[in-house]
């Protein structure tokens, strides 16, 4: 069974401040999908960036990076400029070929003014 | 283009009674799944449904639980006799015709159930 694993509990960033979020899995299948969802105060899981496991280029959103490491089975996120907006709960997510979505235990992230 | 629907948002029941969570996926998809996400927790999957007909249920608990997503109308996630561990907020996200992993699981916004 995959896992997913992300192992800062909370991370604080300055406003306009550069973070990474970290995120580890474990399967033994090559070909996957990993996501970041970020879960506001309101409780809406919004889909913030998405990394198909073939390709080697890593994803980027506006301010939204990824660091892809296949071998490693490492996803990190990282944020540029970072906004009050920003602050959430961080969710790492992996999803086989087909069906469901496996998530990480979340990221609390603090922006401070 | 309506998302993912989910009813009711807030739902309170006493331990034994039934609770029913209905999530209306957006339209053209047919693939949905349920989560449950306990407090202070990530989102753990539960069921994965297409019309009429149950993909995977590895999720489920064995006992008080099921969901239907029905030919025509809303899926819907059952619970029967809840206890207080029931208490928790449950997602509904649905995904295009494929289920094909590239393609995004859009998020309802979900129903917290408390159980009293």
């Known amino acids: 069974a995959q896992t997913v694993t992300q192992s800062q509990p909370e991370m604080s960033v300055q406003e306009a401040e550069t973070v990474t979020l970290s995120c580890t899995y474990d399967?033994?299948?090559?070909?996957?999908?990993l996501f970041w969802y970020k879960q506001p105060p309101s409780r809406q899981m919004i889909l913030v960036i998405r990394q198909e496991a073939y390709k080697q280029q890593n994803a980027t959103e506006n301010r939204f990076s990824v660091n892809f490491q296949k071998a490693a089975k490492s996803f990190s996120l990282k944020i540029s400029d970072s906004q009050l907006g920003d602050a959430a709960m961080y969710f790492c997510?992996?999803?086989?070929?087909?069906?469901?979505?496996?998530f990480g235990q979340g990221t609390i992230l603090t922006v401070h003014p | 283009n309506a998302g993912v629907m989910q009813n009711p948002r807030h739902l309170v029941r006493r331990r034994g009674q039934e609770a029913r969570l209905r999530c209306s996926p957006m339209k053209g998809h047919s693939h949905v799944y349920w989560y449950r996400q306990l407090p202070e927790e990530g989102l753990k999957f539960m069921v994965y449904?297409?019309?009429?007909?149950?993909?995977?249920e590895s999720g489920m608990p064995k006992e008080r639980f099921s969901a239907e997503f029905p030919k025509e109308g809303p899926s819907i996630l059952r619970i029967q006799q809840v206890v207080r561990g029931d208490s928790a907020a449950y997602f509904c996200?649905?995904?295009?015709?494929?289920?094909?992993?590239?393609?995004?699981?859009?998020f309802g916004p979900g129903t917290r159930l408390t159980v009293t």
């Open positions: 996200a649905s995904s295009p015709p494929s289920g094909q992993g590239k393609y995004e699981q859009y």
């Open positions: 399967t033994s299948e090559s070909d996957y999908y």
């Open positions: 449904l297409q019309k009429e007909n149950i993909i995977d």
């Open positions: 997510a992996y999803r086989s070929d087909y069906g469901k979505l496996t």
